[in-house]
């Protein structure tokens, strides 16, 4: 897929891998629709950088986590900029507790979050896209969703449904030339690994990551682009992890 000219829509598009992957697509010249939790001074530097790479961008606050919110973002973007070509569900959130001690809350809350939203994005883009006779779909995962851990029992399940989520998508609308797949992020120096310790970081970086760095919001924004931008790779799940994954111990 070329981009150039394209509509991409990024949710948790104002911060962290979403704003990376926001910038890197208005690059290759797509106009851009992204989404955060609000309307901030932190999230218009984004849409400004946006533009600076020489996108037209739209911005908007959305919880995705609300049905009707996710899909009607989705509506009013294709209204703004012309239809939809590309969604990027980025949107995303810590879900901290094992088995015994999550709440009810937060176990729900991440699926609303991480699943229940692709259900509802995808509902209102697919139809969209297949106007169009062509689309591309990432979702993401994480190192989380395909390793046991600790500690984080509600997102690692809510994100080890990611990589189904996207064979099962990526089959059912192959003959729409509609085509979908995932990326499983490691450590990634975003805002989202702020709560870890010092010693924890240490940790990671000496002992867990076989190329001893936690990696950039670029790292994972160039693979996403290149999974758009590729129109043979449907139904994938491609770990951007420095190798944590893949060892044995």
Not at 46 to 52: D, I
Not at 56 to 78: F, I, N, Q, S, Y
Request: proline residues 3%; aromatic residues 4%.
């Amino acid at each position: 897929m070329e981009l150039a000219g394209k509509v991409c829509l990024v949710t948790g598009g104002t911060s962290g891998i979403g704003a990376a992957t926001a910038v890197e697509l208005a690059r290759r010249g797509a106009t851009v629709a992204i989404s955060g939790l609000q309307v901030d001074a932190a999230a218009c530097a984004v849409k400004a950088s946006v533009e600076a790479a020489g996108g037209k961008c739209h911005l908007a606050a959305l919880d995705v986590r609300a049905p009707e919110a996710a899909t009607g973002w989705v509506h009013d973007a294709a209204r703004a900029l012309g239809g939809v070509d590309v969604l990027i569900h980025c949107a995303g959130a810590p879900a901290m507790g094992g088995l015994l001690e999550v709440s009810e809350e937060a176990w729900y809350s991440a699926f609303d979050l991480h699943v229940h939203a692709v259900f509802h994005l995808c509902r209102a883009a697919v139809p969209l896209m297949r106007k169009r006779r062509e689309g591309a779909i990432v979702l993401i995962s994480s190192a989380a969703g395909v390793r046991g851990c600790l500690g984080a029992i509600a997102y690692g399940v809510a994100k080890g449904a990611i990589p189904q989520f996207t064979r099962a998508l990526a089959r059912e609308f192959a003959d729409d030339n509609i085509r979908v797949n995932c990326v499983s992020p490691g450590i990634i120096r975003t805002p989202f690994q702020d709560h870890l310790s010092t010693e924890q970081v240490r940790n990671n970086i000496e002992n867990r990551i076989p190329l001893h760095r936690e990696g950039r919001p670029e790292d994972v924004s160039q693979a996403i682009v290149a999974l758009v931008t590729n129109d043979f790779i449907t139904g994938e799940n491609l770990a951007i992890d420095g190798g944590m994954t893949m060892r044995i111990a």
